[in-house]
């Protein structure tokens, strides 16, 4: 099956805690994407990676950083959750840079406590 | 800069109404339109996309029309039904420079049976 692929479904933690959320595609994109997705269902882009090249949406806390293996793989890293952090996590991939065909994962739900 | 803007955040409805879903953009030239839909506990999927005016995109009951001269690309359907129940996301990719990828903000709809 090529899809997007995202672990854990769910996760639950405690404040200051490091989380981490795997995601891995098996379409053959070359490019690979964070999103959060808050309560009102507002999706907002985190990182997008593509041959080496990591882009990151300026508002995003130097808590959380992307970690990729390969163009396969993109893994998000929570350094020191806090509760505000609490959302839906969609890992997407695209065939180039430009973002066709666009595929997303089923989500990884993280609720800070 | 290119955006999306959809006007309904929440839609509710019965089953067998009508179903408009309003998406206007900005952006320079031809962009890609798309809707997604996203189902509970699922990540967004493509419905359909369209690139050209007046270029029809549908799936499922669902349709929408490019309209360069209105910059609008309404979802519409003529018959909801309550496996309808889903987020809705116009999305766009510019098609000048660097094609970067816009979504809305979504709009929740449910369909009461």
């Known amino acids: 099956e090529t899809a997007v692929f995202q672990t854990p479904n769910y996760h639950v933690t405690q404040v200051g805690n490091e989380v981490s959320f795997n995601c891995k595609q098996t379409?053959?994109?070359?490019?690979m994407y964070w999103y959060k997705q808050d309560s009102k269902k507002l999706l907002k882009i985190m990182f997008s990676y593509n041959n080496k090249q990591l882009i990151v949406n300026e508002t995003v806390p130097r808590r959380f950083s992307p970690q990729s293996s390969d163009k396969a793989h993109l893994n998000l890293r929570i350094k020191s959750v806090e509760p505000e952090d609490s959302a839906v996590y969609l890992c997407?991939?695209?065939?180039?840079?430009?973002?066709?065909?666009?595929?997303f994962g089923s989500g990884t739900r993280l609720l800070v406590i | 800069g290119d955006s999306v803007t959809q006007t309904e955040g929440q839609v509710a409805l019965s089953e067998e109404d009508f179903l408009t879903i309003h998406c206007n953009y900005s952006?320079?030239?031809?962009?890609?339109l798309f809707w997604y839909v996203q189902y509970p506990g699922e990540g967004p999927q493509l419905l359909f996309r369209a690139s050209r005016d007046k270029e029809k995109g549908s799936s499922r009951g669902f349709e929408a029309t490019y309209d360069k001269g209105t910059t609008s690309f309404h979802l519409r359907k003529a018959s909801v039904q309550e496996s309808d129940s889903a987020v809705y996301y116009c999305a766009l990719r510019s098609n000048t420079g660097y094609q970067n990828f816009y979504f809305g903000k979504g709009t929740s709809l449910t369909v009461i049976p």
């Open positions: 997407a991939s695209s065939r180039d840079r430009g973002g066709s065909d666009y595929t």
């Open positions: 952006a320079s030239g031809y962009p890609t």
């Open positions: 379409l053959g994109h070359d490019t």
